[in-house]
């Protein structure tokens, strides 16, 4: 059994019985990452000489004695559209190349409060935008199941790198599904909490009525202790929500008696892959099994939820991206004479093709003349498909489904067409829009391929859809397979 | 509502975007498919619903206006492509 194997709690007695040192965890981190890595791609920026000295002062640290916190020593790998100090960000744009932040994301000090060890920065799609992690202007990350084949996106990096057992555990970034379809098409456990659960403060913002952090993790403890770490209310994000942070921990009874699952007719329909669909029929069962029930229900409106998501997300991501004009940090153009050429050069050269295209699509649908017809239509179909969402909950606890529709597919197979690769995200993207939260857990497999369970519950009931997916969990044995590199 | 060149060409300065003639005939086709889906929330009748900005129940969020230490300049411009006496330098903007 290799550390990564472990669960952080026994990690954690391990280094608290001094069983292990955080200087062991980090080289064995390093390890696998010289060993994998070349392969998977995951990172962008590694900081072996930083992690090293963290470690060491953590070793000295636990020397001292005294109980330590549950994330003390791990290392960890983080989105790289969270900023880190004194750590290269680039939202994996050769836009921020050559960018180094001057102060952390909030939830990047409360990891370093908590003594995690950063140990790089995770590959990702353009700004988040993909579903694939083939626009990541460096180079693609690959599935470790199947090296040939994408690992979703856009948090693909930070999926991977859990899946590969390179990072403990990681943070993504989820607008439309950029936690939980790699979660899925990876094999681990990816959470996106409540809109409004957790700081975006130092979040690079792509579209900021839906941008949410969470954890990518091997299985659903982690995943709960995590979220404990960084959920709060942070007077630095305005539209940080003022709630009182329950202990997720003590919500994993294992004890699904009576709950109530809602299960979406449109989640199980046309474009949803056979096997997809009876993989997440036989979870049903598992929890089935364990006293829960569940009833087909319908969202009628799923079917508007990708046109929604296009346009109000692209319409505020060309607001937020304006800011990237080649003027205070990023790389400027040297080809400009004047300032308004400073601008159009540097973003041009800076941009990748996935980035542009949203640009204009939503300044497009921001423009003089078309506002109404299309983003405050969005926005209305936005209201409607929040309702589908708050009228099911009016009778049920959850909602589950299938994450993704499909297991990952090949590297190149959707690239020439935006329109399909934007359906891969048909299931999550309501959830986001609905603002509540969702995990996606592994529950099988399809032609050796992962297949996740989407567990959706109520705004601000983290506690139960990790109830559901602990209770889940612990009766399957998906989540302890490990992908063979 | 179909886009044209002109309309991509319009579009792009609005978005301070350069494009060569092959991204701006790439973009012209991929945007009128992305359109052409999303005129499917025209079959939804919108009539009196309020529109969703976001799902939290906030508006105007105040602070007090309190003076509080910002970045120190050094750290400001060590991300600056260009500086001059502790300022970002830029080109002209105006001739």
């Given at each position: 059994m290799s550390l990564f194997d472990y669960k952080l709690s026994e990690i954690h007695n391990k280094l608290q019985n001094k069983e292990l040192s955080v200087t062991d965890l980090v080289d064995q981190a390093f390890t696998r990452i010289s060993e994998r890595e070349d392969r998977v791609?995951?990172?962008?920026?590694?900081?072996e000489e930083g992690a090293r000295a963290s470690a060491k002062t953590l070793d000295d640290k636990l020397a001292a004695g005294g109980t330590r916190g549950l994330l003390f020593g791990l290392p960890v790998g983080i989105k790289d559209n969270i900023v880190t100090e004194g750590l290269r960000t680039t939202c994996a744009s050769q836009f921020l190349s050559n960018f180094t932040p001057v102060y952390d994301a909030t939830v990047v000090g409360k990891l370093r409060a908590a003594d995690t060890v950063t140990i790089g920065k995770l590959n990702m799609d353009e700004f988040a935008?993909?579903?694939?992690?083939?626009?990541?202007s460096f180079y693609p990350v690959r599935n470790?199941?199947?090296?040939?084949r994408v690992p979703g996106g856009s948090s693909g990096g930070s999926a991977a790198a859990v899946a590969a057992g390179e990072a403990y555990f990681a943070l993504g970034s989820d607008t439309g599904g950029s936690i939980r379809q790699p979660a899925s098409y990876c094999g681990v456990v990816g959470l996106k909490p409540t809109?409004?659960?957790?700081?975006?403060?130092?979040?690079?913002?792509?579209?900021s009525s839906l941008d949410q952090i969470g954890p990518l993790t091997k299985n659903v403890e982690d995943s709960a202790y995590v979220l404990q770490a960084i959920a709060g209310y942070d007077p630095?994000?305005?539209?940080s929500a003022k709630v009182d942070v329950p202990d997720y921990l003590s919500a994993l009874s294992g004890d699904v008696s009576g709950l109530r699952i809602a299960v979406p007719k449109e989640y199980l329909?046309?474009?949803?892959?056979a096997q997809v669909k009876e993989t997440v029929l036989n979870a049903l069962k598992v929890l089935e099994a364990q006293g829960a029930t569940w009833d087909e229900v319908s969202l009628p409106h799923t079917e508007y939820a990708v046109a929604t998501y296009y346009l109000l997300a692209s319409s505020e991501a060309s607001s937020n991206l304006a800011?990237?004009?080649?003027?205070?940090?990023?790389v400027r153009s040297?080809?400009?004479?004047s300032l308004i050429d400073l601008y159009h050069e540097s973003r041009s050269q800076g941009f990748g093709d996935e980035v542009k295209r949203r640009i204009m699509l939503g300044t497009y649908a921001l423009s003089s003349g078309y506002y109404d017809a299309y983003y405050l239509k969005a926005q209305k179909a936005r209201t409607l498909i929040k309702q589908d969402f708050d009228k099911v909950f009016e009778q049920y606890d959850v909602i589950i489904g299938p994450?993704?529709?499909?297991t990952a597919f090949k590297l190149g197979?959707?690239?020439?067409?935006p329109l399909t690769m934007y359906l891969n995200d048909i299931l999550t993207i309501p959830v986001s829009l609905a603002g509540v939260p969702a995990v996606s857990v592994p529950c099988g497999f399809a032609d050796g391929l992962p297949v996740g369970m989407q567990i959706i519950g109520k705004a601000f009931d983290e506690s139960t859809v990790l109830r559901v997916a602990h209770a889940y969990e612990q009766n399957t044995?998906?989540?302890k397979r490990r992908p063979e590199l | 509502m179909s886009i044209t060149d002109k309309d991509v060409q319009h579009v792009a300065k609005l978005a301070r975007l350069n494009l060569t003639p092959e991204e701006e005939q790439m973009f012209t086709g991929q945007l009128n498919a992305i359109l052409q889906y999303a005129?499917?929330?025209?079959?939804?009748?919108?009539?009196?619903v309020e529109p969703t900005t976001?799902?939290?129940?906030?508006?105007?969020?105040m602070r007090e206006d309190e003076v509080r230490a910002s970045l120190p300049i050094e750290k400001v411009l060590l991300n600056a492509p260009d500086e001059e006496d502790d300022q970002i330098k830029v080109p002209a903007v105006l001739e």
């Open positions: 791609k995951a990172f962008i920026t590694l900081d935008m993909g579903g694939s992690n083939e626009n990541s470790p199941w199947d090296l040939d809109y409004g659960l957790v700081s975006r403060f130092g979040l690079v913002a792509f579209a630095m994000d305005s539209t329909g046309e474009g949803v892959d800011r990237f004009d080649g003027v205070r940090y990023g040297d080809n400009a004479g994450t993704a529709p499909t197979a959707q690239v020439d067409d044995e998906h989540h | 005129e499917k929330l025209n079959e939804l009748d919108t009539e009196g976001h799902v939290l129940h906030l508006s105007n969020v």
